[in-house]
């Protein structure tokens, strides 16, 4: 695992980028299971130009943060979860 000295491996972050997007899809809605796989991309997207060894651990922290709050959320987004679906998830 990475540490706060050492920037993370690539598999490393590559894994972070994968459960964020696994966790995004475990949303029952639509517009937040769209926001957050949006948001996941456009973050790594905005980091991936980054060469300083601590910012590229400090956005990992800060990537990890983010996952362990997204999960918390599509727990509690299941409990709550709307009865009809949004249009976008109707089939044509």
Do not use: W
């Amino acid at each position: 695992m990475a540490s706060a000295a050492a920037a993370p491996s690539k598999p490393e972050v590559l894994t972070l980028f994968r459960s964020l997007l696994r966790t995004a899809r475990e949303f029952c809605d639509y517009n937040v299971r769209e926001y957050v796989r949006r948001r996941t991309i456009d973050g790594f997207r905005h980091n991936k130009d980054l060469a300083d060894p601590s910012a590229i651990s400090a956005a990992f922290s800060d990537g990890k943060r983010q996952l362990e709050v997204a999960k918390r959320q599509a727990v509690v987004y299941s409990l709550y979860a709307p009865e009809v679906k949004s249009v976008m998830e109707l089939k044509r």
